[in-house]
């Protein structure tokens, strides 16, 4: 069941519960449209992917921008979305089961689907469903360009798949997906070019043997916010599926530039506020979001705002400052923010956005909560 949100629309910034998934809305904004206009300026189109924010107002947020969809990694995920106003949904992962493809190809008659292929054994059934549902369902054939996860391997092994597809009367064709995911948290710009030269040449030796057997990729799709910018100057991507970029978790802030400076091009945007819950010693203060706050794949929260302070050894319920290094001793009941390692498991651990203008002024106030829609979507 959800829980009552955090804060009420028009409340004081100072007035909010905790812990609270908090979005300055400034900075969510000014992301938005800078990768709205980097991918209008490179002239590919961009379908970006809600795993990171289970929400589809933020969703439609990114249609009016221009996107031409939304990525989803469940089918429960599409469903959420669907039901939220979104006309078009990309299932970027392979689906079975008969209850899921029934699901799958029943939100055919309400929105523009597609979903992801990597083994012939998956064609029929898929094809199945969507005729027993009178939808006409679009497949990517995924390939594996260097993660090692999902994914048929490229060149012919694809083209034989895509051709199954085809003849498929319930399917269309209409594609690759081709994501590189280990290459977006690689540190350097010169591991993330060459994991994506590797994976630009892979995808471009299998879209040319597909034309060569008479099957054209409307759809090239993959990149994330690491490496967008490669995918889009590529000439063989066309639709890309970047995420975290709305948010700009601490791990992401990690990768560098090619100065050798933190990845900054996109703003962090997204934050727990916890409150100081405890006060032991000088040097040590206790806050409210722990292990079930966060997501601690990616390390720590950092802390955003109080020089020094290190977030350290988590509980349930508890987070340890280490403030040893640092010139200010927060008090009890005082605010703290804390950036996230990893955004997306982490918005999945809350049920309310909580929107906030004007964040760091004395007149920052809640503008908006949104309810994150499709936490819990695994299935």
């Avoid at 081709?178 to 070019?193: D, F, V, W």
Wanted: charge should be neutral; aromatic fraction near 6%; glycine fraction near 10%.
């Amino acid at each position: 069941m959800a829980q009552l949100p955090p804060a009420a629309p028009g409340m004081a910034y100072a007035d909010i519960d905790t812990p609270a998934l908090v979005i300055d809305l400034d900075a969510f904004e000014r992301n938005l449209k800078r990768m709205a206009d980097a991918v209008s300026k490179a002239g590919v189109r961009l379908r970006p992917h809600a795993k990171t924010h289970k929400s589809p107002v933020i969703g439609l947020k990114q249609m009016a921008l221009g996107a031409v969809g939304l990525c989803c990694q469940k089918v429960s995920e599409a469903e959420a979305m669907v039901l939220g106003g979104v006309p078009d949904v990309y299932v970027s992962n392979e689906v079975v089961g008969a209850r899921k493809l029934d699901r799958l190809a029943a939100l055919g008659r309400q929105a523009r689907v597609m979903v992801a292929v990597d083994n012939e054994a998956a064609i029929a059934p898929l094809a199945q469903a969507a005729a027993r549902h009178g939808a006409q369902v679009r497949v990517l054939v995924e390939i594996n360009v260097g993660a090692n996860r999902c994914g048929v391997e490229p060149g012919e092994p694809a083209v034989a798949l895509a051709q199954a597809v085809a003849r498929e009367k319930s399917l269309t064709f209409a594609g690759l997906q081709a994501y590189q995911g280990r290459a977006q948290h690689l540190r350097t710009i010169e591991e993330r070019k060459a994991a994506i030269a590797d994976a630009v040449e892979r995808t471009g030796r299998t879209v040319r043997l597909l034309k060569e057997s008479g099957l054209s990729c409307e759809v090239v799709g993959g990149a994330g916010t690491g490496t967008y910018e490669l995918e889009s100057a590529s000439g063989v991507y066309n639709e890309l599926q970047a995420g975290s970029y709305i948010f700009m978790d601490a791990d992401y802030a990690r990768n560098k530039k090619a100065d050798g400076g933190r990845f900054d091009t996109f703003e962090h945007a997204l934050f727990v506020l916890a409150s100081i819950m405890s006060t032991p010693t000088p040097e040590r203060a206790v806050v409210d979001g722990g292990l079930k706050t966060f997501s601690f794949d990616a390390g720590v929260p950092e802390v955003h705002g109080l020089a020094g302070a290190v977030y350290e050894r988590p509980s349930d319920e508890h987070g340890n400052l280490n403030l040893t290094a640092c010139n200010e001793r927060p008090g009890l009941g005082d605010r703290i923010l804390l950036i996230p390692g990893h955004c997306d498991p982490t918005v999945n651990l809350h049920d309310w956005y909580i929107g906030v203008r004007g964040m760091g002024t004395a007149q920052a106030r809640v503008e908006s909560v949104w309810p994150v829609a499709a936490r819990g979507a695994l299935f």
